[in-house]
């Protein structure tokens, strides 16, 4: 009689030892997914990076045209001057 409650432990421990191997297994699949997630996100704000300094070229090259055109709206600088000044 003593050994069938032995038995049913280590039933339940080899069950146990059976969740957690599966549990492990998972739990290296997040950590590989979740690096990969991580170098994505590290690319987009690369990308983000590169295309906010291609705006900031686009918008010193329209200041330029604008000037050299005459087609830049002087009254807000005008107006912003004299707020400063004030």
Do not use: C
């Not at 069950?15 to 990969?36: A, C, F, G, P, Q």
């Not at 996100?41 to 295309?51: A, M, N, R, W, Y």
């Not at 329209?62 to 400063?84: G, H, M, P, Q, W």
Request: no cysteine.
């Amino acid at each position: 009689m003593a050994e069938q409650p032995d038995s049913m432990i280590l039933r339940y421990l080899r069950e146990i030892r059976n969740d957690v191997s599966v549990i492990k297994e998972d739990m290296r699949n997040v950590k590989v997914r979740l690096t990969h997630v991580e170098r994505e996100l590290g690319e987009i704000k690369i990308s983000i990076s590169e295309t906010n300094s291609r705006l900031d070229h686009h918008d010193v090259r329209l200041d330029r045209i604008e000037r050299r055109l005459n087609l830049r709206d002087d009254s807000f600088a005008e107006a912003a001057a004299k707020y400063e000044d004030s």
